[in-house]
């Protein structure tokens, strides 16, 4: 979980503002009807000092929230990188986790949200191992949730929005009243989605397998990173539709997301994946993205913006 420093300074508005007076009205209408989008970032104390991974397309990803909801962003994608960048320095922070956050603020009450202004803040937070220090190497029990994720025509899963975390909720607190670390969606069709928070991946007669964007998951930047470097490490990535059983007989699983990185799947509804460790291909994975996020391994993609250049 992360921790709250209230000493800290949060973005709020183009302003930097005292922790404790970055604040909504209750009549805010992001609190009534759940209208945000949002996003995780994580900064990485690397070799050549902090670096915010994957910046720009994380901040892409927010205006794209906003813009299937109609929500207009009163900033620029490269103020709000800046405002990223300017959070971790204020708080004098080596590494952090940050969370930009778009959403309709105090105007008016009622769903059309006509008048109601669009706030945005960015806050930086101290975030470890979101699964926990020993899931990295040891991996997580799951189980399938008997809750679905949306469907596209609903609430879209490609734009993460707040109000699809009320599901996310519904996955995370189910699996861990019945002691599991977490909960695997499927999509209204039965077939495997994602995490309450996590991508998934699976890995079958050496193939690594992932659900296309259309089984309703977020489009995960860690998704997309894994899928590039398991193809430069000679690795065949497909996304296909997963059928609920083929998770029981993989070799291997994994989850991947900005909270969560890559985290091994041990066992799922109490059945051992695999040898119930993790699995050598997730291990070599794992291995070339922490890589990647010290500095020890190059990165040949852009993928990390320095804090102070
Ligand atoms: N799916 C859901 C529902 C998530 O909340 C997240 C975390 N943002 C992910 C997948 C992983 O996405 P990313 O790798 O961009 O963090």
């Known amino acids: 979980m992360a921790e709250f420093n209230e000493n800290a300074k949060i973005w709020y508005d183009g302003k930097m503002v005292d922790w404790k007076e970055a604040t909504v009205h209750v009549m ?101 191992k979101y699964l926990g220090d020993e899931a990295i190497n040891i991996g997580v029990d799951v189980r ?39 909960g695997i969606a499927l999509t209204p069709q039965g077939l495997i989605s994602e995490g309450s928070g996590e991508n998934l991946f699976l890995i079958y007669g050496g193939k690594i397998i992932t659900p296309p964007l259309f089984a309703s998951i977020l489009p995960g930047i860690t998704r997309d990173s894994i899928i590039t470097i398991a193809r430069e490490l000679g690795y065949v990535v497909e996304e296909q539709m997963i059928p609920r059983e083929m998770l029981y007989i993989a070799d291997e699983l994994f989850f991947t997301g ?39 391994i190059e990165d040949k993609y852009g993928w990390l913006t320095p804090i102070y250049v």
Not at 168 to 179: H, P, R, T, V
């Open 144 to 182: 399938v949730s008997s809750w679905n994720r949306m469907q596209s025509n609903t609430l879209p899963a490609m734009a993460k929005a707040g109000s699809n975390y009320m599901n996310s909720q519904l996955i995370k607190m189910e699996a861990a009243a019945d002691g599991y670390l977490e």
């Open 258 to 296: 900005t909270a969560a990185e890559v985290t091994p799947i041990k066992s799922v509804d109490r059945i051992l994946i695999g040898t119930g460790k993790r699995g050598p291909i997730t291990e070599r994975i794992q291995k070339h993205f922490f890589g990647i996020l010290t500095g020890d």
């Open 28 to 128: 805010c209408h992001a609190l009534h009807y759940g209208s945000s989008v949002f996003e995780g970032i994580r900064c990485y104390d690397t070799k050549k000092g902090p670096a915010i991974f994957r910046l720009h397309d994380h901040i892409k990803r927010l205006f794209n929230s906003a813009k299937i909801y109609r929500m207009e962003i009163p900033f620029t994608i490269e103020q709000l990188e800046q405002a990223c960048i300017n959070i971790v320095k204020i708080n004098n922070m080596r590494s952090a986790y940050l969370r930009p956050i778009a959403f309709r603020g105090y105007g008016r009450l009622g769903v059309d949200p006509k008048d109601t202004p669009v706030q945005v803040v960015v806050a930086a937070l101290d975030w470890g």
